[in-house]
């Protein structure tokens, strides 16, 4: 992964995929561009281990200090992404942070793995286009499943569960499990025992390949140290 890009490429390119690259969308507002800061902010006040022991989620060196020039990688940009998409889902956004840290490692092999198969949305890729990998079959013809799905589950009523945590009011995050296809993500719902019957689901690979496709495009904002 290249550190090639700035913060407001990143946030451009982030501002497209969320609104479909709408003609009339303008530039990211304020608004979203303060949801961005925030999770920036909460990553880099951990500083490179937590207390947990995992590296950044979004940055990729040891020393995004305040007010330097900071270079981001299209895992960055994608990481980013998963996380606006975690909150859009309800989570917190410290919840957001310790999440794709502790998932960095397996976030990381999936987006390559996305870029190097990837789909191509909105079309359909044929089986033959994508070999040795998933298929699914649509109207008698055999396509390539490129989907790579996140399951996450996240428990609020720890009181019930087996070994309540020690901290009340505290929600417990499980570790996040991946699905390459629809018949994996089948399978992995399907084990999913009684307790955890809840799950929250993000697709990967089209963020993957959009993203970095925004980014190749996004223009170039001189304006101060970010």
């Known amino acids: 992964m290249t550190l090639a890009f700035k913060r407001n490429q990143v946030e451009w390119a982030l501002w497209q995929l969320f609104v479909d690259s709408r003609p009339d969308a303008g530039a990211p507002p304020k608004v979203f561009l303060n949801r961005i800061k925030r999770l920036l902010d909460l990553d880099r006040g951990l500083g490179p281990k937590d207390e947990l022991g995992f590296g950044f989620a979004f940055f990729d060196h040891d020393g995004p200090g305040l007010g330097a020039e900071v270079a981001y990688s299209d895992y960055g940009a994608f990481a980013l992404a998963v996380g606006l998409d975690l909150m859009d889902l309800g989570f917190k956004q410290a919840e957001v942070v310790a999440l794709c840290r502790a998932c960095r490692k397996k976030l990381q092999r999936e987006f390559r793995h996305a870029l190097a198969r990837p789909p191509a949305p909105p079309s359909f890729v044929l089986a033959d286009d994508r070999p040795e990998g998933p298929t699914y079959e649509k109207n008698g013809s ?25 901290s009340k009011g505290k929600a417990t995050l499980m570790a996040p499990r991946f699905a390459r296809g629809r018949t994996a993500l089948n399978e992995r719902l399907g084990e999913m025992p009684h307790y955890y019957r809840k799950a929250f689901i993000i697709e990967l690979a089209e963020t993957a390949v959009l993203v970095t496709r925004w980014l190749d495009q996004a223009p170039l904002i001189k304006r101060g140290r970010r």
């Open 142 to 166: 055999l396509f390539a499943d490129c989907w790579i799905f996140m399951i996450m589950q996240k428990i609020d009523i720890t009181e019930a569960l087996p070994e309540p945590p020690k």
